[in-house]
């Protein structure tokens, strides 16, 4: 292996100027996304003094504590939700992953049985969403009320995710599908030994865009889900307060959300994405070599 | 396709029905592949033959209607004066009446057209970004700066619009971090938070710096799936830098960016509402109501769910139209879009 | 002395304050007097025929150190008593497992020895349906809509819940029999609660619901004391001085600005309420004879606009408040950035609390309104009341044993059950202290609000310690704003359109509001928005409450 660089040997060396200008917008990227978020962790290591300070947000952080975190962490609210959480994103995903690669293979070829309706069965739903109230007597009627299911099985598959992986499967070459076909493999030895491998980057997206949508969601637990013991993390978290617009509290009932709980749940949210990221990273760096794979 | 790969080439003549070599298939084999090609025969043979397929579809497809197809027939409260208690047998059956509701409000059409500008803003401001942000990646050969760069360039997307707000406030608001510097300097503040003629271009902005990265993951998966061969072949042929962009990455990355342009159009009348919502004072309806912010404060927030499924189905509406549009246009320049043409 | 003369109306402060004059000494008589039983004007009625609110039965209560009031001021307690009552000799409940929806503003613990321990006392295995505050409204309509109610649940007054009223006769217990006049003695610490809270509980002349008491005292205008003491500047008198004293506490080069709001909330960035006092803007609704003004219809409206666009013109206000958060104008507000901010008036203890862990000298004080001419000021009253709890069909057949439970959840301060409620079990929750019980880390984990937003007594002030910068000044204030409250006319009244249009009509106010402040309409627009408001619902509204009023009087 050469260090740090991949290039093949077909691509030519970049020009110096080429390269300076990468480098700025580069560096520029990476300030821009960076630095909002070294704000976040800042503030969320502050003081409530320290943040009173600076007016409201921590650039560097002079007074560090973990307050924040331990008042979030302690008392076993949080621990039992994590494991909701990890619990319904891990079997979510498999299932909507499964689900949807059968689904998109399935459509994946414009000629085969039933094609159309099937096709536009599934892309109907990207337009017309369900409302909250028949949503609920929907997961009502099937009896799925108080069960982890309510929070899988209503968005186990969503059509864009399907559209997108089918639009990969349909840029493979028909022919090498055919060829397998023509040697007597059936449809799913195809899908397993020819398709998926060479679909890993669309698969580990799809993988990663459906965990997040698990690991993110809280409305349809806020809803299905009237036991507390099974609320996932993000319904806690929401709690600490982090909502969109609040309505009126009563008269100090409560005292205000302080702005390191916040920003310790914007940086505990988001742990197990920056753990996940580097498995959906790798197949981004491989190059696919379609003609080397044979039926 | 004359970059493409000697073995697929190869494979490719290799199935012509009219080629020799069928005659050494056995005869079903023969039929079930030319059947394939050109998509005749009886709906039963076609059935006998495709079955798998279509029950490797029928798991989503349950999902589907269980969770989207039964609970859509409650958009019916669309045309009743809904009330959750009394039900959907309970509730009066109004016709149009939410829909002329809506019509004859001057909200309604400022939301409507607040929100089609900020999509089209959105499509010619931010749709390109993760585009150009992918390529640019591609392009890099440094492994750990560009795994570095892709590992960090979607932070964004998970911080929520509340805090995001804040920090755009607190650089930028008139308190903010430049203004305090420019009256320190003797200077004049600028006013961007709040200023209702940038208003639009402030949330393309924002939009931009949240999810151009996480966008961008999806051409990342675009641009790996890419066979390697190809860039070869036409290397061989000469082909430098920006030539190969135009001949093997684009058309190799184009379906996705087709497919992903007709869906957002589906979704036009939908833009960011909590990121409306939490900044839209500053500005006022006038300039900043979207029709989601509309809807919840004239449907949803008064338990008016009729008028906010009424909206819904408009929605829905003006989606498809655009879908279709959008998709036949694709059609035209030779792309197969979200579905085929018959 | 009240000094608008147009403001004397039947329901006037003076009615109020002539209905409330019974107060005891040592007991405390936190509630106004029985309505329309004692030969003063009813402070509220409902429909025709409405029935008779509870009658008012006083608790026995430790002596408190600063008086209670029967319009509703809280006793104060220097030191916390020790020997205590039992207001619930017999547990309630029939052991029979029951559910109740409460609304919850923070994560509730799994497993909670709190609750287990209250369900024992109660006999009454209660298993709660915590819902977050911000998704009340929604799962209230799902909830109704899944005929699936638990057998308690609770109906916040502020919250919008479109055709309540219909609501509450479709599936839930009508409760006039069981508590209407004396029938309420049955259950004595809900007779105890102060009969305005009841008002809001009584709709469509029946009564549905028993309430959580509050104080009726509205928003409070906090101050930095501490820096406005050390620089040695008066509070203001006058709507003039008010101006020059926000632009000494005004420096932009510094980020200091004398007010800072927030765009969360149901009020918006302007609130002011200070400034709707010093100009005599009512509540929500006047009533003269018989016909009712919205506050937006009103001369003072206008005047208290124009002066609040004067103040945003001026500076004074903190640039950023239509998009700041809570937080954040907290914090400009603790960091001495911001020397006015307006929070609900309990806000009171846990801005002292936060604050003075890291600053031990802070202290800080609500103006009370002055007159902006220098005369008295004006306040509004809040409806006494947070939220009332409904018994659902699905307990028609235990309506007693419902009551019964809520009867011990409302127990009053100083009773035993009360101790169990507000701090659960000594030595597993809480230890006593000079300074009263001092929760420990279960405590603060485990005890929560879940009992006391079925029902409540109303509160009492004590902060072990601080009752020079806790007690006496938030006594003082709450005395202060009593003597210049104006009560609305239409408390305890019901109006449907009221019920499913509150949220749009107040938006559309909210909007033109900021606009007019901010300067992208012009004070002149406020005509187009009266107008606009009477259409869009404004005028329905007004047509239903005047009806009702009338039907009561």
């Given at each position: 292996?050469?260090?740090?660089?991949?290039?093949?040997?077909?691509?030519?060396?970049?020009?110096?100027?080429?390269?300076?200008?990468?480098?700025?917008?580069?560096?520029?990227?990476?300030?821009?996304?960076?630095?909002?978020?070294?704000?976040?962790?800042?503030?969320?290591?502050?003081?409530?003094?320290?943040?009173?300070?600076?007016?409201?947000?921590?650039?560097?952080?002079?007074?560090?504590?973990?307050?924040?975190?331990?008042?979030?962490?302690?008392?076993?609210?949080?621990?039992?939700?994590?494991?909701?959480?990890?619990?319904?994103?891990?079997?979510?995903?498999?299932?909507?992953?499964?689900?949807?690669?059968?689904a998109a293979y399935g459509l994946s070829r414009p000629e085969s049985f039933g094609h159309r309706p099937l096709l536009y069965t599934a892309l109907f739903t990207l337009?017309?969403?369900?409302?909250?109230?028949?949503?609920?007597?929907?997961?009502?009627?099937?009896?799925?009320?108080?069960?982890?299911?309510?929070?899988?099985?209503?968005?186990?598959?969503?059509a864009?995710?399907l559209v997108?992986v089918r639009t990969?499967f349909m840029?493979?070459?028909?022919?090498?599908?055919?060829?397998?076909?023509?040697?007597?493999?059936?449809?799913?030895?195809?899908?397993?030994?020819?398709?998926?491998?060479?679909?890993?980057?669309?698969?580990?997206?799809?993988?990663?865009?459906?965990?997040?949508?698990?690991?993110?969601?809280?409305?349809?637990?806020?809803?299905?889900?009237?036991?507390?013991?099974?609320?996932?993390?993000?319904?806690?978290?929401?709690?600490?307060?982090?909502?969109?617009?609040?309505?009126?509290?009563?008269?100090?009932?409560?005292?205000?959300?302080?702005?390191?709980?916040?920003?310790?749940?914007?940086?505990?949210?988001?742990?197990?994405?920056?753990?996940?990221?580097?498995?959906?990273?790798?197949?981004?760096?491989?190059?696919?070599?379609?003609?080397?794979?044979?039926? | 396709?004359?970059?493409?790969?000697?073995?697929?080439?190869?494979?490719?003549?290799?199935?012509?029905?009219?080629?020799?070599?069928?005659?050494?298939?056995?005869?079903?084999?023969?039929?079930?592949?030319?059947?394939?090609?050109?998509?005749?025969?009886?709906?039963?043979?076609?059935?006998?033959?495709d079955?798998?397929l279509v029950?490797m579809v029928?798991?989503g497809l349950?999902?589907l209607?269980?969770?989207?197809?039964?609970?859509?027939?409650?958009?019916?409260?669309?045309?009743?004066?809904?009330?959750?208690?009394?039900?959907?047998?309970?509730?009066?059956?109004?016709?149009?009446?939410?829909?002329?509701?809506?019509?004859?409000?001057?909200?309604?059409?400022?939301?409507?057209?607040?929100?089609?500008?900020?999509?089209?803003?959105?499509?010619?401001?931010?749709?390109?970004?993760?585009?150009?942000?992918?390529?640019?990646?591609?392009?890099?050969?440094?492994?750990?700066?560009?795994?570095?760069?892709?590992?960090?360039?979607?932070?964004?997307?998970?911080?929520?619009?509340?805090?995001?707000?804040?920090?755009?406030?607190?650089?930028?608001?008139?308190?903010?971090?430049?203004?305090?510097?420019?009256?320190?300097?003797?200077?004049?503040?600028?006013?961007?938070?709040?200023?209702?003629?940038?208003?639009?271009?402030?949330?393309?902005?924002?939009?931009?710096?949240?999810?151009?990265?996480?966008?961008?993951?999806?051409?990342?998966?675009?641009?790996?799936?890419?066979?390697?061969?190809?860039?070869?072949?036409?290397?061989?042929?000469?082909?430098?830098?920006?030539?190969?962009?135009?001949?093997?990455?684009?058309?190799?990355?184009?379906?996705?960016?087709?497919i992903?342009?007709?869906?957002?159009?589906?979704?036009?009348?939908?833009?960011?509402?909590?990121?409306?919502?939490?900044?839209?004072?500053?500005?006022?309806?006038?300039?900043?109501?979207?029709?989601?912010?509309?809807?919840?404060?004239?449907?949803?927030?008064?338990?008016?769910?009729?008028?906010?499924?009424?909206?819904?189905?408009?929605?829905?509406?003006?989606?498809?139209?655009?879908v279709?549009?959008?998709n036949?246009?694709?059609?035209?320049?030779?792309?197969e879009g979200v579905y085929q043409r018959s | 002395?009240?000094?608008?003369?147009?403001?004397?109306?039947?329901?006037?402060?003076?009615?109020?304050?002539?209905?409330?004059?019974?107060?005891?000494?040592?007991?405390?008589?936190?509630?106004?007097?029985?309505?329309?039983?004692?030969?003063?004007?009813?402070?509220?009625?409902?429909?025709?025929?409405?029935?008779?609110?509870?009658?008012?039965?006083?608790?026995?209560?430790?002596?408190?150190?600063?008086?209670?009031?029967?319009?509703?001021?809280?006793?104060?307690?220097?030191?916390?008593?020790?020997?205590?009552?039992?207001?619930?000799?017999?547990?309630?409940?029939?052991?029979?497992?029951?559910?109740?929806?409460?609304?919850?503003?923070?994560?509730?613990?799994?497993?909670?020895?709190?609750?287990?321990?209250?369900?024992?006392?109660?006999?009454?295995?209660?298993?709660?349906?915590?819902?977050?505050?911000?998704?009340?409204?929604?799962?209230?309509?799902?909830?109704?809509?899944?005929?699936?109610?638990?057998?308690?649940?609770?109906?916040?007054?502020?919250?919008?819940?479109?055709?309540?009223?219909?609501?509450?006769?479709?599936?839930?217990?009508?409760?006039?029999?069981?508590?209407?006049?004396?029938?309420?003695?049955?259950?004595?610490?809900?007779?105890?609660?102060?009969?305005?809270?009841?008002?809001?509980?009584?709709?469509?002349?029946?009564?549905?619901?028993?309430?959580?008491?509050?104080?009726?005292?509205?928003?409070?205008?906090?101050?930095?004391?501490?820096?406005?003491?050390?620089?040695?500047?008066?509070?203001?008198?006058?709507?003039?001085?008010?101006?020059?004293?926000?632009?000494?506490?005004?420096?932009?080069?510094?980020?200091?600005?004398?007010?800072?709001?927030?765009?969360?909330?149901?009020?918006?960035?302007?609130?002011?309420?200070?400034?709707?006092?010093?100009?005599?803007?009512?509540?929500?609704?006047?009533?003269?004879?018989?016909?009712?003004?919205?506050?937006?219809?009103?001369?003072?409206?206008?005047?208290?606009?124009?002066?609040?666009?004067?103040?945003?013109?001026?500076?004074?206000?903190?640039?950023?408040?239509?998009?700041?958060?809570?937080?954040?104008?907290?914090?400009?507000?603790?960091?001495?950035?911001?020397?006015?901010?307006?929070?609900?008036?309990?806000?009171?203890?846990?801005?002292?609390?936060?604050?003075?862990?890291?600053?031990?000298?802070?202290?800080?004080?609500?103006?009370?309104?002055?007159?902006?001419?220098?005369?008295?000021?004006?306040?509004?009253?809040?409806?006494?009341?947070?939220?009332?709890?409904?018994?659902?069909?699905?307990?028609?057949?235990?309506?007693?044993?419902?009551?019964?439970?809520?009867?011990?959840?409302?127990?009053?301060?100083?009773?035993?059950?009360?101790?169990?409620?507000?701090?659960?079990?000594?030595?597993?929750?809480?230890?006593?202290?000079?300074?009263?019980?001092?929760?420990?880390?279960?405590?603060?984990?485990?005890?929560?609000?879940?009992?006391?937003?079925?029902?409540?007594?109303?509160?009492?002030?004590?902060?072990?310690?601080?009752?020079?910068?806790?007690?006496?000044?938030?006594?003082?204030?709450?005395?202060?704003?009593?003597?210049?409250?104006?009560?609305?006319?239409?408390?305890?009244?019901?109006?449907?359109?009221?019920?499913?249009?509150?949220?749009?009509?107040?938006?559309?106010?909210?909007?033109?509001?900021?606009?007019?402040?901010?300067?992208?309409?012009?004070?002149?627009?406020?005509?187009?928005?009266?107008?606009?408001?009477?259409?869009?619902?404004?005028?329905?509204?007004?047509?239903?409450?005047?009806?009702?009023?009338?039907?009561?009087?």
């Amino acid at each position: 292996m050469r260090y740090a660089s991949n290039r093949p040997a077909w691509m030519e060396k970049p020009s110096p100027a080429v390269l300076a200008l990468k480098i700025v917008a580069l560096s520029a990227i990476v300030f821009l996304v960076l630095f909002p978020f070294v704000v976040v962790v800042a503030t969320s290591i502050s003081t409530e003094h320290a943040i009173a300070q600076a007016g409201g947000l921590v650039v560097i952080p002079t007074e560090v504590n973990f307050e924040a975190y331990r008042q979030i962490l302690t008392g076993g609210v949080i621990t039992q939700a994590v494991l909701v959480s990890i619990g319904i994103t891990g079997v979510g995903t498999l299932l909507s992953v499964t689900v949807t690669v059968l689904a998109a293979y399935g459509l994946s070829r414009p000629e085969s049985f039933g094609h159309r309706p099937l096709l536009y069965t599934a892309l109907f739903t990207l337009l017309f969403a369900p409302g909250i109230i028949p949503m609920y007597l929907t997961v009502k009627q099937l009896g799925l009320l108080n069960s982890y299911w309510s929070l899988i099985l209503p968005t186990a598959i969503s059509a864009f995710n399907l559209v997108i992986v089918r639009t990969f499967f349909m840029r493979l070459p028909g022919e090498l599908l055919d060829a397998a076909r023509v040697d007597g493999a059936g449809e799913l030895r195809i899908l397993g030994s020819i398709v998926l491998p060479i679909s890993k980057a669309v698969i580990a997206v799809v993988g990663l865009f459906y965990g997040v949508a698990y690991w993110n969601s809280f409305f349809n637990a806020m809803l299905f889900i009237t036991d507390e013991a099974k609320w996932p993390l993000q319904v806690i978290l929401r709690l600490y307060g982090l909502q969109g617009q609040q309505i009126e509290i009563p008269a100090g009932e409560i005292p205000p959300p302080q702005q390191a709980i916040q920003m310790a749940i914007v940086v505990l949210a988001i742990i197990p994405v920056l753990i996940a990221f580097p498995f959906v990273q790798r197949h981004f760096t491989k190059g696919v070599v379609i003609g080397a794979v044979k039926g | 396709m004359a970059t493409l790969p000697q073995t697929i080439a190869s494979q490719s003549a290799d199935r012509s029905p009219a080629h020799s070599g069928d005659a050494a298939l056995g005869p079903g084999l023969r039929r079930r592949v030319t059947e394939g090609r050109d998509g005749r025969g009886s709906w039963r043979s076609r059935l006998r033959r495709d079955w798998v397929l279509v029950a490797m579809v029928a798991p989503g497809l349950v999902l589907l209607v269980l969770f989207q197809y039964v609970p859509l027939l409650g958009n019916v409260i669309a045309f009743q004066d809904y009330v959750p208690f009394l039900g959907f047998g309970g509730s009066e059956f109004v016709g149009l009446e939410n829909f002329r509701t809506l019509f004859a409000d001057d909200a309604f059409w400022n939301s409507l057209v607040n929100t089609l500008l900020i999509t089209l803003l959105n499509l010619a401001l931010f749709f390109p970004v993760p585009i150009v942000l992918a390529l640019l990646l591609d392009s890099l050969f440094h492994d750990r700066v560009k795994k570095l760069v892709q590992g960090v360039m979607f932070l964004p997307h998970f911080i929520s619009w509340v805090v995001i707000v804040a920090l755009f406030t607190q650089l930028l608001g008139g308190a903010g971090l430049l203004n305090q510097f420019l009256l320190q300097q003797g200077m004049d503040p600028v006013q961007i938070i709040g200023n209702a003629s940038i208003f639009k271009l402030l949330l393309v902005a924002q939009v931009i710096w949240k999810d151009a990265g996480w966008a961008c993951i999806i051409f990342l998966a675009a641009l790996a799936s890419i066979d390697t061969q190809l860039y070869e072949s036409a290397a061989v042929d000469g082909a430098r830098y920006w030539r190969r962009l135009w001949h093997v990455t684009l058309p190799g990355i184009m379906p996705v960016i087709v497919i992903l342009l007709i869906l957002r159009l589906g979704d036009a009348l939908t833009v960011g509402f909590e990121q409306v919502l939490l900044q839209r004072d500053m500005v006022g309806p006038q300039a900043g109501e979207v029709l989601d912010t509309y809807v919840y404060f004239f449907g949803v927030q008064g338990g008016n769910w009729s008028v906010a499924a009424a909206a819904g189905l408009l929605k829905a509406v003006v989606g498809l139209g655009l879908v279709l549009s959008a998709n036949s246009l694709a059609h035209r320049f030779g792309q197969e879009g979200v579905y085929q043409r018959s | 002395m009240n000094p608008q003369g147009s403001m004397s109306s039947a329901f006037s402060r003076r009615t109020f304050l002539s209905t409330a004059a019974l107060a005891g000494s040592g007991v405390l008589l936190a509630g106004c007097a029985p309505a329309g039983g004692s030969g003063t004007a009813p402070t509220s009625s409902g429909a025709a025929a409405a029935a008779e609110l509870p009658t008012f039965i006083a608790a026995t209560v430790p002596p408190p150190d600063l008086p209670a009031s029967p319009g509703g001021v809280e006793p104060g307690y220097f030191t916390f008593p020790t020997d205590l009552t039992v207001s619930v000799p017999e547990p309630p409940g029939s052991g029979e497992p029951l559910r109740a929806m409460v609304i919850t503003y923070s994560p509730p613990a799994p497993g909670s020895q709190y609750i287990a321990a209250v369900n024992e006392a109660l006999n009454a295995p209660i298993d709660f349906e915590f819902v977050p505050d911000a998704e009340y409204e929604t799962r209230f309509a799902t909830a109704s809509a899944g005929d699936d109610l638990p057998e308690l649940i609770q109906l916040p007054v502020w919250a919008n819940l479109p055709r309540l009223g219909e609501f509450l006769e479709a599936t839930c217990v009508d409760l006039t029999d069981h508590l209407s006049g004396d029938n309420v003695a049955t259950y004595p610490n809900l007779a105890a609660l102060p009969t305005m809270s009841w008002r809001n509980a009584r709709i469509n002349g029946r009564i549905w619901g028993v309430p959580k008491a509050n104080n009726p005292f509205p928003r409070a205008t906090f101050y930095r004391k501490d820096i406005i003491d050390g620089r040695g500047v008066e509070l203001p008198t006058n709507a003039d001085e008010f101006l020059a004293f926000c632009q000494e506490f005004t420096d932009p080069s510094k980020g200091e600005y004398a007010i800072s709001g927030s765009n969360t909330g149901a009020y918006g960035p302007f609130p002011l309420f200070l400034v709707k006092g010093m100009f005599h803007v009512p509540t929500l609704w006047r009533l003269d004879e018989t016909v009712l003004t919205y506050y937006i219809e009103t001369e003072e409206f206008a005047e208290a606009l124009a002066y609040t666009r004067k103040l945003w013109e001026a500076g004074v206000y903190h640039p950023d408040s239509p998009t700041m958060t809570g937080p954040q104008s907290k914090d400009l507000f603790s960091s001495g950035r911001s020397m006015i901010i307006e929070d609900g008036n309990g806000a009171w203890k846990p801005y002292l609390q936060l604050g003075l862990e890291q600053k031990p000298d802070l202290q800080i004080g609500a103006i009370v309104p002055f007159g902006h001419d220098g005369g008295e000021g004006s306040s509004w009253l809040d409806p006494g009341s947070f939220s009332f709890v409904a018994i659902t069909n699905t307990a028609s057949e235990r309506v007693e044993e419902m009551l019964g439970i809520i009867n011990y959840t409302a127990a009053p301060f100083g009773t035993v059950e009360e101790q169990l409620l507000a701090f659960g079990v000594e030595g597993t929750h809480f230890d006593h202290t000079d300074a009263g019980p001092v929760p420990n880390d279960l405590g603060k984990k485990e005890v929560y609000n879940s009992y006391r937003f079925l029902s409540a007594s109303s509160g009492y002030l004590f902060f072990a310690g601080q009752e020079e910068k806790y007690t006496k000044p938030y006594h003082a204030w709450q005395t202060e704003i009593e003597k210049i409250a104006v009560a609305d006319p239409t408390h305890g009244h019901y109006s449907e359109t009221w019920a499913s249009k509150k949220a749009s009509l107040n938006q559309l106010i909210l909007d033109d509001v900021i606009a007019m402040v901010l300067g992208r309409k012009e004070l002149s627009a406020l005509d187009d928005l009266r107008a606009t408001w009477a259409s869009q619902g404004g005028d329905d509204v007004r047509q239903e409450f005047e009806q009702s009023i009338e039907a009561g009087e």
